[in-house]
C-alpha cells in the first residue's frame, strides 16, 4: 500500500525507469533521462533526491510481495 509521498515518488520513479530508462540503448540519453527525472521528482514531488541516492542503494526502489508466498494473490498488498 503507498500511504507516504516519498513511497508514492519512489514507486513513480522505479515504474518510469521500467517503462522507459530500460530501453534507452545509449549512455548519454540514459543520463539525459535520469537527469530529467530527478528534476520532475523535484518539480512534482518536492524532494530533492540525487541519482547516487536513489540508484546506489541509499533508497531501494523495491516494489513487490516477496515476503510471503502463501498470500493470496487477491490479498497481495503492491
Do not use: Q
Not at 21 to 35: A, K, S, T, V
Amino acid at each position: 500500500m503507498v500511504n507516504k509521498t516519498e513511497t508514492l515518488a519512489k514507486l513513480w520513479i522505479h515504474e518510469t525507469c521500467r517503462v522507459f530508462h530500460d530501453r534507452l540503448i545509449d549512455e548519454n540519453d540514459r543520463n539525459w533521462f535520469l537527469d530529467t527525472l530527478m528534476k520532475s521528482t523535484f518539480v512534482w514531488f518536492k524532494f530533492d533526491w540525487s541519482k547516487a541516492l536513489i540508484f546506489d542503494g541509499e533508497l531501494p526502489l523495491l516494489f513487490g510481495d516477496y515476503l510471503d508466498k502463501n498470500i493470496e494473490i487477491s490479498e497481495r498488498l503492491y
